[in-house]
């Protein structure tokens, strides 16, 4: 009887249990009752899925190199060590993604590699290939090479946990050096960064509230703060469990408390609005169409305000997101002739930053998304928001998993929700920018289904049905 269930694997007696060789015993295995499929094979052997340890340490490296201030020069060009580590692993990572190891290939992938794609041409329609290699070359690698890093390395819910929780230890050990910075100005990151080679050069800027704008690692408060800002909500909804404890008493007001010592009008906005939502979910969870009462409230605020207020709806909300009616005034500027500017060449875009403006307005254009129509023209502009606003929405229609899964795909959506929004009123570049589309590409795989069911967040695999229907293989590209 042994020999034959070592050649077969499994055998059934008469009366019709089964049993099965397991380590050497023949044991009883259960059977489904009668008129009840049996499950997919694959989903009942299937283990949860492990990260292996070089995509941990790839995961640990690559966030953790936006937290060094270092540059350096190659030639004429300037790297961070978070460019660095995408020039040399890109076309590896293109070659996987490619390949299919990270996954069906989604819509949001076409989209920003479109976008991607777009930019880099734009540089060589308008400028001579010398000029052009550069600009051209840094969009592609901080946009398509940040997100495939991403998706690559990212594909279940456990390595996004490790992306979130990597950047989370980072802005927690900073804390101390940030608030030193904030109560005396000095910058001590950067001081013990330059004993080692060359690096990001101090900002100095006038005090808010009392306090200095601490910059942290990064070029600019305002960098510091919105990248900071993104961890709020990952920091309160995405972990479980003793972990999850620690990281809701713990490191979330440690992430406030970091993203607050920037100052920065975006930082504060994208915290708000993340706080916001928040308190939205918690008043009415048993609701089950609050978001959508909620947008439906948001577009009647809008309708009001347009009817009743002798402002536009875009100049009262600059007016109550801003520090000052100084600097509220500054952006509603930058709005009136950044957009004229975008219209003299909505194509193409602009090769340089050099924009029409009054001679007493600074050279800065403080909105994300009017730079890159700025840049890119609005075929750009369409093209990088459409990849957010899908991922999001993608995300918040999946049907819902068990609660770890819905805490995740929360947090996922209050980050980015709150970063759309505020960066109508900062600009981000180089890191801060690099961690936005690694965080884009990092949550991508939510959006994803597999025979047209969800593939679970926490990290479970979900049943699979043996055949896919041609609505279930457009619903796994992300349509």
């Known amino acids: 009887m042994s020999v034959m269930a070592e050649h077969l694997g499994s055998v059934h007696t008469r009366a019709g249990p089964k049993v099965a060789l397991r380590r050497g015993r023949l044991v009883r295995v259960s059977t489904p009752a009668p008129g009840t499929p049996a499950p997919f094979p694959e989903a009942q052997l299937t283990p949860v899925p492990q990260l292996a340890l070089r995509t941990r340490a790839a995961i640990v490296l690559f966030v953790a190199a936006l937290f060094l ?14 460019l660095l580590y995408l020039a040399l692993a890109f076309l590896p990572l293109l070659a996987f993604w490619l390949m299919g190891h990270a996954g069906p290939r989604l ?20 400028l001579d290939v010398a000029a052009a290699l550069e600009p051209a070359g840094v969009v592609l690698l901080q946009t398509a090479g940040a997100y495939i890093a991403g998706r690559v390395l990212a594909q279940n819910a456990a390595a996004t946990r490790l992306v979130f929780a990597t950047a989370i230890t980072g802005v927690a050990l900073m804390l101390p050096f940030l608030l030193w910075e904030s109560v005396t100005g000095a910058k001590p990151l950067l001081d013990v960064a330059a004993l ?3 690096t990001l050069l101090p900002t100095q800027m006038d005090p808010r509230w009392g306090f200095q704008r601490a910059q942290g690692v990064f070029e600019h408060p305002i960098l510091l703060g919105m990248f900071v800002a993104t961890l709020v909500s990952a920091a309160t909804f995405m972990f479980h469990g003793r972990r999850g404890r620690m990281m ?3 490191a979330a007001p440690a992430v406030v408390l970091s993203a607050m010592t920037s100052l920065s009008t975006g930082a504060l906005l994208s915290m708000n609005i993340q706080f916001g939502l928040m308190l939205w979910n918690a008043v009415l969870r048993h609701v089950k169409k609050r978001w959508a009462i ?16 002798d402002r536009t709806p875009f100049h009262l909300f600059v007016d109550y997101a801003t520090f000052s009616a100084q600097s509220s005034y500054n952006r509603i500027l930058i709005w009136q002739y950044g957009s004229a500017a975008v219209m003299d060449s909505p194509l193409l875009g602009h090769v340089t930053d050099d924009w ?3 001679a007493f307005m600074h050279a800065s254009m403080d909105n994300f998304w009017l730079v890159i129509a700025y840049r ?4 750009g502009f369409a093209l990088l928001a459409a990849a957010f606003i899908l991922t999001i929405w993608r995300i918040a229609h999946h049907p819902d998993a068990d609660e770890q899964g819905r805490d ?11 970063t759309m929004i505020a960066a109508v009123s900062v600009h981000l570049w180089n890191n801060s920018y690099i961690w936005l589309m690694f965080m884009l590409g990092a949550v991508a795989w939510m959006t994803r289904t597999d025979a047209g069911i969800a593939e679970c967040p926490s990290g479970s695999p979900a049943d699979q049905q043996p055949t896919e229907s041609r609505h279930a293989r457009l619903r796994r590209l992300g349509f």
């Open 376 to 379: 890119y023209g609005l075929p």
């Open 69 to 82: 201030p270092s540059v350096y020069f190659i030639g004429p060009v300037v790297l961070s060590p978070a």
């Open 196 to 198: 080692f080679g060359k």
């Open 107 to 126: 819509a949001t992938d076409m989209l920003v590699l479109a976008f991607a794609g777009w930019a880099f041409l734009t540089r060589f329609v308008q």
């Open 248 to 250: 809701r008493w713990l």
């Open 294 to 309: 909620l947008i439906w409230l948001v577009i009647a605020l809008y309708v009001t305000a347009d009817l009743l207020s």
């Open 356 to 358: 029409d403006r009054p």
């Open 408 to 418: 995740m795909r929360r947090a996922v959506i209050f980050s980015l929700v709150a």
